[in-house]
């Protein structure tokens, strides 16, 4: 059984930053991708930021310059580093992970539980 467990988020003012952080464990022979997606309310869930395995790292265009994904090569976690954020941030934020339990399994994609990100003043 593979788990992604969040942690991180909360309330911060506009401008201000937070880091979220994620980590997989049970049963992982591989991962090809974790990342970051968020959903605010009415909204569909959209992608935030991907750490690609190989080195790789995508963004949406609204957070380029501004948030930072990493990877803690020692452990299978990552971080996702938000700086300015703004009112529009606002979202509950799931960790994403694209991988495979066992060596004959296809890629497969596992959530988190989702963490609250709110940015108000």
């Known amino acids: 059984q593979v788990q992604l467990v969040e942690s991180g988020g909360g309330l911060v003012q506009p401008g201000g930053s937070l880091r979220v952080s994620c980590e997989a464990s049970?049963?992982?022979?591989?991962?090809?991708?974790m990342g970051w997606y968020r959903q605010a309310p009415g909204k569909q869930r959209e992608l935030v930021a991907m750490?690609?395995?190989?080195?790789?790292?995508d963004y949406a265009d609204s957070v380029k310059g501004r948030f930072t994904i990493s990877r803690d090569n020692a452990k299978n976690r990552v971080y996702l580093q938000m700086n300015n954020l703004r009112p529009e941030d606002t979202a509950v934020y799931y960790c994403?992970?694209?991988?495979?339990?066992?060596?004959?399994?296809?890629?497969?994609?596992?959530w988190g539980q989702g963490t609250q990100v709110t940015v108000s003043s």
């Open positions: 750490y690609n395995w190989d080195g790789s790292t």
């Open positions: 049970g049963s992982i022979f591989d991962i090809n991708a």
């Open positions: 994403n992970g694209l991988l495979s339990e066992f060596y004959y399994d296809p890629w497969n994609k596992y």
